[in-house]
């Protein structure tokens, strides 16, 4: 991650490192993400500087970058009225402005919580389909919206059927250390306004590397997933289709940006099972109810077979990093490795059994006390205290 945390500085975004894999992720999967966080804490900057260095227009006439007010914008303001010219030939189309979505590339929902239930049902389709009234919104391919937390005045839960359709639900850091302070004190405005080729070369590799993860691999990842959810479902909690299918795609993601770093541990599988999960988990921004023990009770279950294969996956990850050695230093599709991997190799000097048990113990720590940590309380500063880094 440090070479993507490099570049969200060069634009002025310090302090995210804790979530900078979720953000990554999201870019390169293009699918919505949900930012709840304080007020000040740069989450509409951090929108409209990422769509900045992707190369879209945030501040002419005909910017491609727009941040909507969901508490203020009246729905006509985004789609604009209804043109009666076509509307006489039987075609529906809309009368365009500076505001409307039809001609926008990457959009902000900002304060999304703020908007009334039937302002959020709007809000929906252009979430799930990017579509308003079944009509196509042609070039829109970033969907960030963002929120404070319940609890402040004015902010209403979001519908559930509304936070299902985010990709992620991610808390962003509320403490920034002394360095960052300093670093967004002395930053200078307006120092990088230019497209970044060395961040969309980056989305498009970590791309690649999932799209062509082994199958091996992405199957530790589907057998998780379907082994969670189905514990979830028989401990009576909704844990949807839609909802499988998007985590197995941020996990593949997750695993591809570990490839890309070059950096695989037990503690980075855990890590990644657990954000994951957590960052799929809706309920800190609807009125659900936590349920903490179903959740990690479903979790310690899907674990099992991940502990059991942990020294396969470890051989799996070094033979792939030894294959790359100079790294992917190109998005074209020739660079992307021939993964004929062979997991059989049992030369490892840590026996399954430890492996197992210290994940397991990392899994337990890290879900019930870091869940409780980074999402109830919103320390996302939080840190395992287990030696779990070799």
Known sequence: ?????????????????????QILASLAAKEPILLVGEQGTGKTLLAEKLSIALGY???SQEKEFIAYDASKSMFEDVIGFPNPNTMQNGKLEYIQTPMTIWDKRFILVDEISRANPSMQNKWLEIIRSRRVMGKEIPYLEYIFAAMNPLGYLGVNPLD???ADRFFMIVQVPTNFDREDLSKIMNFETGTRETKST????LIATISKISENMK???????ENFIIDFSSKVEQLG????PRRAAM????LSLFFAIDFYDGKMTEKKIVDNLITGVKNSWNYFVTDDEPQLDILKEAFLFATKKITANTKQTKEYFKQYKKSNENGFKSTN???????????NNTDDDESDIAAMFKIAGAGLELFTVGFYEMVIKGNANWKSKLDINN
């Not at 969200?8 to 804790?18: H, K, N, R, T, V």
């Not at 909690?237 to 949807?240: A, H, K, M, R, T």
Request: charged share 20%; hydrophobic share 40%.
């Open 198 to 201: 060395e961040l969309i070369d």
């Open 57 to 59: 227009d945030a501040y």
């Open 215 to 221: 199958n091996e691999y992405s199957g530790l990842i």
């Open 247 to 250: 985590l197995k795609k941020c």
């Open 1 to 21: 991650m440090k070479k993507f945390n490099s570049i969200l500085e060069q634009y002025g975004i310090f302090g995210y490192q804790s979530i900078a894999k």
């Open 237 to 240: 909690l909704l844990f949807s």
């Open 333 to 343: 599709s020739r660079n992307i490795p021939k993964q004929n991997i062979n997991l």
């Open 160 to 162: 559930s059927a509304l």
